[in-house]
């Protein structure tokens, strides 16, 4: 298997590194053009290792329904991992601050937006 990891990171850091809301179809559309078309990778079923959604900058419910309603264009994942945490602030005065909350159960919506879709 060849693992490939994307993460929408939402908006936290939009002021430090310009930061934006990325659709699973645009984090993956660059995974596959980068790759898929290669005559070694192409040869193998992929996994996502890790991957998730920010709730910081746009709906995360919406992109959870978005990622179903286009998985079916990526043939060659067969597995995803959800990364189910949190990313925190790296300031020094902000270290308890959560940057990305990449939580998967982080509200009812979500979690409900992800069993509908695996169902």
């Given at each position: 298997m060849f693992g490939v990891t994307g993460y929408n990171t939402g908006t936290y850091y939009?002021?430090?590194n310009m930061e934006e809301w990325r659709?699973?179809?645009a984090i993956y559309n660059e995974i596959v053009e980068s790759y898929c078309y290669s005559p070694f990778f192409s040869k193998f079923p992929w996994i996502i290792t890790e991957f998730a959604s920010s709730s910081i900058g746009g709906n995360k419910v919406k992109w959870i329904k978005n990622m179903f309603a286009v998985l079916h264009k990526y043939p060659l994942i067969k597995i995803a991992v959800w990364f189910s945490y949190a990313d925190y602030d790296t300031r020094s005065d902000k270290k308890d601050v959560v940057s990305r909350?990449?939580?998967l159960d982080e509200t009812p919506q979500t979690l409900e937006a992800f069993g509908k879709g695996v169902w």
């Open positions: 939009k002021q430090e659709e699973f179809e909350p990449y939580w």
